[in-house]
């Protein structure tokens, strides 16, 4: 966990959750604009909102899992590059049932962006921040959520329904570029001297070496501790008075000849 805010993850995230509330409702205030101009109804035009919430909804939960296997990065870069692209064809859809199809794959790449955003906040803020981090998730999304609808119809008012569309592209692009550079920083700092230094300036393997001798020297103290009582309860250590095996206690152990915490123990 981040000791301080990571400021570029935040704002990628941030940027993540921004471009999903867009995206989400920009959409809605040209559905009649758009079935007028492709010569469909209202309920065809719907359907590319509804396959859009679709995607999110069921695809999520796997692709924060494909997250969790292969990495956020890939995933999160991956959802951004989808949204830039389906977004371009969106605007250029020559019909409804392109429109759907497209739409449909916006709602992957937005369902990709969505499975990592809230984890990368809260990576990027100190521990004990993460309803923070939350806060600045939901923030972003209800943001673009409440920005959409003006936004889209004043670009229907200034230009046409395929511009709502393509300034989603910019958003992309700025989301790409974000992912890419803290991926390169979060790689860098991956091949750095953690490999080669340990946390006290010492090499990484006398570091490492260390808890792995002690380890070896406590378990064979354990082992020897084990026998020990063993035999002094068994009778073939070394012998009390009268030649009756020594007790226990006198050896340190228990009365039942195994410490307290060996007493379950089988010894080889």
């Known amino acids: 966990m981040a000791k301080h805010i990571d400021v570029l993850l935040l704002v990628n995230a941030m940027m993540?959750?921004?471009i999903s509330g867009v995206a989400t409702r920009i959409f809605i205030v040209s559905l009649p604009t758009i079935a007028a101009a492709l010569n469909a109804d209202i309920l065809s035009v719907s359907w590319a909102l509804i396959s859009y919430q679709l995607a999110g909804i069921?695809?999520?939960?796997?692709?924060?899992?494909?997250?969790d296997i292969h990495g956020r990065y890939p995933i999160y870069g991956a959802g951004f590059v989808i949204m830039t692209i389906t977004s371009f064809l969106c605007g250029v859809a020559p019909s409804v049932g392109w429109l759907i199809?497209?739409?449909?794959?916006?709602?992957?790449?937005?369902?990709?962006?969505?499975?990592?955003?809230?984890?990368?906040?809260?990576?990027?803020?100190?521990?004990?921040?993460?309803?923070?981090a939350n806060g600045f998730m939901t923030m972003s999304f209800h943001g673009g959520l409440l920005l959409g609808p003006p936004l889209g119809g004043l670009v229907i008012d200034l230009l046409n329904w395929r511009w709502i569309f393509f300034l989603l592209v910019p958003f992309g692009v700025a989301?790409?570029?974000?992912?890419?550079?803290r991926w390169s920083l979060a790689f860098g700092d991956s091949a750095l001297p953690s490999s080669t230094v340990g946390s006290q300036g010492q090499p990484a393997s006398a570091t490492a070496a260390a808890p792995v001798a002690t380890t070896r020297i406590t378990t064979h103290t354990q082992t020897i501790r084990r026998r020990q009582c063993r035999d002094g309860f068994f009778g073939r250590g070394t012998s009390g008075a009268g030649g009756r095996p020594a007790s226990g206690s006198l050896m340190g152990c228990p009365s039942n000849g195994l410490p307290g915490r060996w007493a379950r123990v089988s010894v080889p």
């Open 16 to 18: 993540g959750q921004l």
């Open 58 to 67: 069921c695809l999520s939960v796997l692709f924060g899992r494909l997250g």
């Open 101 to 132: 199809v497209f739409r449909l794959m916006q709602g992957i790449g937005a369902a990709m962006i969505a499975s990592a955003t809230r984890v990368l906040a809260m990576e990027a803020m100190p521990e004990g921040a993460e309803g923070r």
């Open 175 to 181: 989301g790409i570029v974000l992912t890419a550079m």
